[in-house]
């Protein structure tokens, strides 16, 4: 149906006689006014009879005839006749035969008229009932009644509560939770049992779920009542657990429902009651009505129901259409509730097509959305499960497919350099457009595996291909696509140049493997291609910058163009029921025309309007507010930063510098993002540690970095590099940080030589890293205090025995001085033999004395020479910085 515009009938009726009074039925022949195209009100006379009402009744029965449902069909026609139905009729035939969708609105004033199964309203040409018609909705209305105005824009998608009770008998609970949860995972949407299911629910219990969610700032969006329906008096009600065990089944009437729901449909902008008789009034002409139409009148924005018996079958294949396409498909509630009916019409043995029907108000058009799904990223790059959202490089998917088949029916290594500037929308491209198209069966099926290279190339590439191994070992099939994202980490994070090497040397080989097969994809900024000729393939004999610039093996991402753009910004708004205000979308593309690298800056300023939207509409106003394109970005980080204290300010420093590699002599304009380890960057004294999550949970909520891994292994980045080339602020601090920048560059590199070999610091070198220290305290990493700490411990174990040796080199001395000092005594005394041992003894001390000190001196000078050439040799393979 595209873009072409619905076909909208309205049908309006009100009872000629007690017209003020909706609920003024009498059980006879009733004359009613039907507003016509032109405005006048023509006459209709139903008969109200027993005949009318055993059919109605009939309908509900399991097995009805089909003879009745003709016989209703046909009933509800004759009703119409005398009015211009049939030119209405006409149109929707001629709608529906080129495809275009009919919404059919019935408003009545005459509460009776809703208990007729307008469902089966029969089409004089072709007898079908209207309902059959798949282009087709009909939506019911209560007069004079309006939706409640939601809140306030935010950035919360609005979630889901299943709620089910089977104190009415058995329920289908864990189908309708397995279709919901397949449906919310399928759309990347977060869906978690334990807080958004409720079982055995019963009134309190569903009211302080509700009260909860609201308290919490993630009020519900959706209801999901699963339950029975029960009788209760003239009407229907849904049939509840009691508040206590034991207590068994509680019918809730219509306006007991009211009164729990009602508070909340602001925000709660559809229900969906799976439940017999939902949709029943009852008894006619009682003034409470159905349960659906009570709280459509109630201020609910949209309410579905089955008038009849539900089938257990029915409610779970409903439950399974219904949310695939209004989550993961993107459709409107109206669109995915034709998709969930026409399913049910598969099912001859049951009537749930014709029992299924909505309550929502023609003011609120025909495109309800009661999520509010974020289409735009922001500065985060878009992932395989976003690829709804991304559009506008047709053409450079269509080149990176291509190329890989050549490559493969060549035979030549299938690796393809993706190459483009900072903020060109590599990664993008990569993951969101080729990776889902390749993955697609048509283009070889590919099974998809993601690193980044980091710090230790070799692990993340041995962590993609266990992960591989673990999916074939479970049944996968095809081959593997290995996507190595942010190749230019290779150069900016790995410090070893064999460990470049032998990496590269080795993605080369699995891309040149026959078996098994596997595609590599790198993306990488151009600036860095003149580094790849550092690294040399072995197996060609070739530079790896003979490869990168080589035709067949690289795709160059030049920056999008102006249509390009357009649906970028257009496509996605449109995907989620939304546009911009008239005249934005030129503003935008002004400002952006001459911006380098602006796509990172144009999804983050359309997120920001976003979370500024007034109603469905992106506007120009919140384009002012925020700066336009060139300011939103700063205007977001300044405004967070304004939120800081002191001393959560300094944190964010500390923090926001740590993650930009940045040569000393390097523009910040050409500065890199770094992963690292939460565990490395956060303080160690408690009070400082808290501070710094404080800040960083606000800066991964603010989508400025982002956090990945779990636990110990828990690591973070900045979302994007034009966070680093765009924030004035960080430019500052990383201008003012270079000396700081520098003696920690220096201690890491120290503090990773000792990992590797063992090599404290000593004398001049341990001096100055405990100067540095002094001065960067909150600043030090877990490896640089582990280092200084051994280091200490090895210099207090050397003066312990230096000590000892020393002791041991006086010893003599101190004995020949002794024995002298007593032979004195002895010769005194006239003791000969004594004399002479003591003489003796005194003789061999001061002969053997100077010797053992002399190469005591001798053996410590030359262990403070090899100590020193050592660290000297060490040293020098550490890159300058």
């Known amino acids: 149906m595209g873009s072409i515009e619905p076909l909208h009938i309205l049908v309006e ?299 257990v079958a029915g409610s779970v294949q409903f439950t399974q259409a219904f949310y695939a396409q209004l989550v993961d498909g993107l459709a409107s509630t109206e669109t995915a509730f034709l998709s969930a009916r026409s399913g049910l019409l598969q099912d001859p043995r049951h009537l749930d097509w014709a029992s299924v029907q909505l309550y929502a108000r023609a003011a609120d058009g025909e495109d309800g959305r009661p999520l509010r799904i974020r289409p735009f990223r922001g500065l985060l790059a878009f992932q395989p499960r976003h690829r709804r959202f991304f559009f506008g490089r047709t053409r450079e998917i269509d080149e990176i497919v291509a190329d890989l088949s050549a490559l493969r029916r060549a035979e030549k290594p299938r690796l393809l350099v993706v190459a483009g500037s900072s903020g060109s929308g590599k990664s993008s491209l990569v993951l969101a457009g080729a990776v889902p198209r390749l993955q697609d069966k048509a283009n070889g099926g590919f099974r998809f595996q993601y690193l980044r290279p980091a710090g230790d190339p070799h692990a993340a590439l041995d962590a993609a291909l266990r992960a591989a191994d673990a999916e074939a070992a479970a049944g996968a099939e095809g081959p593997l696509l290995l996507v190595v994202d942010q190749f230019e980490e290779v150069f900016t994070q790995v410090r070893d140049a064999a460990t470049r090497q032998s990496f590269v040397n080795r993605l080369f080989q699995l891309a040149s493997a026959a078996s098994p097969p596997i595609d590599v994809v790198l993306t990488l900024r151009v600036d860095f291609l003149g580094q790849c000729g550092e690294i040399y393939i072995e197996r060609c004999g070739l530079r790896f910058d003979r490869i990168a610039y080589d035709g067949a093996h690289r795709v160059f991402i030049a920056q999008m163009g102006p249509d390009d753009l357009q649906a970028a910004i257009e496509e996605p708004l449109r995907r989620v029921g939304m546009k911009l205000e008239e005249g934005l979308l030129s503003r935008i593309l002004d400002d952006i025309g001459a911006e380098p690298g602006a796509l990172p800056l144009l999804q983050d300023t359309l997120d920001i309007l976003w979370q500024r939207r007034r109603g469905r509409l992106l506007r120009q106003q919140a384009y002012d507010e925020i700066g336009g394109v060139a300011g939103a970005l700063k205007g977001r980080a300044d405004a967070l930063f304004a939120t800081w204290n002191e001393a959560e300010q300094r944190a964010a420093q500390r923090l926001l510098v740590r993650l930009v590699s940045m040569k000393l002599d390097q523009e910040s304009a050409l500065a890199t993002r770094q992963r690292m380890t939460c565990s490395d960057l956060r303080p160690q004294d408690a009070q400082s540690a808290a501070c710094f999550d404080r800040v960083l949970s606000q800066l991964v909520q603010a989508r400025l970095l982002v956090l990945g891994g779990e636990g110990a292994q828990q690591v973070v980045e900045v979302a994007h590099e034009a966070l680093i080339r765009k924030w004035p602020r960080l430019h500052d601090w990383l201008r003012s940080d270079l000396a700081r920048r520098a003696a920690m560059e220096e201690l890491e590199g120290w503090a990773k030589q000792w990992r590797a070999h063992g090599t404290v610091l000593v004398g001049d070198q341990l001096r100055y890293a405990d100067s540095t220290a002094q001065h960067f305290s909150e600043d030090l990493s877990n490896d640089i205090c582990l280092l200084l700490a051994a280091s200490h411990k090895r210099q207090r174990n050397r003066r312990l025995w230096a000590w000892l040796f020393l002791g041991l080199g006086l010893l003599p001395l101190v004995l020949f001085v002794a024995v002298w000092q007593y032979d004195i005594h002895l010769a005194r005394s006239d003791s000969g033999f004594f004399a002479y041992v003591f003489l003796t003894s005194g003789i061999l001390g001061l002969f053997f004395g100077p010797f053992i000190i002399a190469l005591l001196i001798l053996i410590a000078l030359w262990r403070v020479i090899r100590l020193s050439l050592l660290n000297k040799r060490r040293t020098a393979r550490i890159p300058s910085q």
Not at 78 to 107: N, P, S, Y
Not at 242 to 255: H, I, K, R, S, W
Not at 291 to 300: D, E, M, P
């Open 13 to 311: 009726f009100v009872r000629a006689e007690n017209a003020g009074d909706p609920f003024g039925f009498r059980f006879a022949p009733q004359q009613y006014l039907v507003r016509s195209a032109s405005g006048r009100f023509e006459s209709a006379t139903l008969s109200w009879n027993e005949a009318l009402l055993a059919d109605l009744n009939a309908l509900r029965q399991p097995g009805c005839e089909p003879a009745t449902l003709s016989r209703m069909g046909e009933t509800l026609r004759h009703f119409l006749a005398a009015t211009d139905w049939a030119e209405k009729e006409a149109q929707i035939v001629a709608a529906t035969t080129t495809g275009r969708r009919v919404i059919l609105t019935l408003r009545a004033a005459a509460a009776e008229l809703y208990a007729l199964p307008w469902e089966l309203l029969t089409i004089k040409s072709s007898g079908q009932h209207i309902a059959e018609l798949p282009e087709v909705l009909i939506r019911y209305e209560w007069p004079d009644t309006a939706s409640s105005a939601e809140p306030a824009a935010s950035d919360a998608t609005g979630r889901i509560l299943v709620a089910w009770s089977a104190a009415g008998g058995a329920v289908p609970a864990s189908d309708h939770l397995a279709a919901i949860e397949s449906a919310w995972q399928a759309g990347s949407l977060p869906f978690d049992v334990e807080s958004d299911v409720l079982a055995n629910a019963s009134c309190g219990r569903l009211a302080e779920a509700l009260q909860r969610a609201q308290q919490a700032g993630r009020p519900v969006a959706i209801l999901h009542l699963l339950c029975h329906g029960g009788e209760s008096a003239s009407t229907f009600g849904l049939t509840l657990d009691g508040e206590q065990p034991g207590d068994g089944g509680v019918v809730l009437d219509a306006g007991r429902l009211r009164q729990l729901l009602g508070p909340h449909a602001s925000t709660l902008r559809l229900v969906l009651l799976s439940a017999c008789d939902s949709g029943n009034s009852g008894a006619l002409g009682n003034h409470l009505g159905s349960v659906a139409q009570t709280l459509h009148r109630a201020g609910i924005a949209q309410v579905i129901a089955s008038r009849y018996p539900l089938s």
